[in-house]
């Protein structure tokens, strides 16, 4: 198993700040896998927002961040170390970790990534997980017409998921002053 000292993940200590810092790694307990990250995916919006402190006092923005601040939500790596039942070492799987050099996980809360995907495209998986769930909440049918809002990653993916579920006719708009 990989050394708690050789673990390293990015922190934000403050607005427009960024270093890589060492951190321990939590004891492998029954039930969970130690997974090296192969790759993760560094948000354009959120985390953008919060590194370049983009919102206004008071918002629910000044609430949730607060820094040091640890940012990441998706990541792609192989099992290194297993406690499990289904997860082997060698395993290749998505994560919803930080941006961390390593991360330990209940074995359920890693999904395997087929043979024929590679990391770099499997490593999209939470953003289509949450374009998915806002085409399951619009409840898209045959023939109908969907506005998107916003071309960025997630409302290619929102486009995608509405042609995929039938709409007839898909209208996506977006304006580049909004990504800035």
């Known amino acids: 198993m990989s050394s708690p000292h050789?673990?390293?993940?990015?922190?934000?200590?403050?607005?427009q700040q960024v270093h890589a810092a060492p951190f321990s790694l939590q004891e492998l307990q029954d039930?969970?896998?130690?997974?090296?990250?192969?790759?993760?995916?560094?948000?354009?919006?959120?985390?953008?927002?919060?590194?370049n402190r983009l919102f206004d006092p008071g918002?629910?923005?000044?609430?949730?961040v607060q820094y040091p601040f640890y940012p990441g939500y998706s990541a792609v790596g192989t099992v290194v170390a297993s406690r499990g039942q289904t997860?082997?070492?060698g395993d290749r799987v998505t994560v919803r970790f930080k941006h961390q050099s390593h991360g330990v996980c209940a074995e359920a809360d890693c999904r395997l990534i087929p043979d024929a995907v590679p990391f770099e495209q499997a490593l999209w998986f939470?953003?289509?997980?949450?374009?998915f769930h806002g085409a399951l909440g619009a409840d898209h049918r045959l023939g109908d017409?969907?506005?998107?809002?916003?071309?960025?990653?997630?409302?290619q993916m929102a486009l995608r998921w509405a042609a995929?579920?039938?709409?007839?006719?898909?209208?996506?708009?977006?304006?580049?002053?909004?990504?800035?």
């Open 6 to 15: 050789s673990a390293r993940r990015l922190v934000f200590p403050a607005k």
């Open 31 to 51: 039930g969970e896998v130690l997974v090296r990250t192969e790759f993760s995916l560094m948000s354009t919006g959120t985390e953008n927002i919060v590194f």
């Open 59 to 64: 918002t629910h923005w000044d609430t949730w």
């Open 87 to 89: 997860r082997k070492e």
């Open 126 to 131: 939470a953003l289509a997980k949450i374009a």
């Open 145 to 155: 017409s969907v506005l998107v809002i916003g071309a960025g990653p997630i409302g």
């Open 164 to 180: 995929a579920a039938g709409a007839g006719s898909i209208v996506v708009v977006d304006s580049a002053a909004e990504r800035m």
